[in-house]
């Protein structure tokens, strides 16, 4: 039990830079660890990558070679979609499952979020 808590992680989505298949608060479940064989990812694979500050993020694997991957990035302020190159030691997981909550769970969790962070006196952080 112990070995599968640590080879799996769990995100929730914060976009829905990638619909249909994936949307803002679905939750995904990732391979990490000694679970993440890198040398069995693929192009189209959904992954959570280690960004250079340190934040986790998720993406699609357009290409790789041996030492980089190449992922399809966030869109700019123009719309533009600019590939993001990282080295494929920062690909922290294979996503493997996805869980999509119903459209008024997330209307709740969204509510929910917003409600912690808003101070008491009703002022948002």
Known sequence: LMAGATCFGRARLGSDLFQPDFSR???????????????????????????????????????MDDERVT??????????????????????GKVVWKYAPSEEVKRLTRQINAKRKTTPQGIRK
């Open 25 to 63: 608060g679905d939750i995904v479940i990732y391979t990490r660890g000694p679970a993440l064989r890198p040398g069995k990812l693929q192009s189209r694979d959904a992954v959570i990558y280690r960004q250079p500050s340190g934040e986790l993020r998720f993406s699609r694997i357009l290409a």
């Open 71 to 92: 992922v399809i990035g966030r869109a700019t302020k123009s719309g533009h979609r600019p590939d993001v190159v990282v080295a494929q030691r920062d690909i922290v």
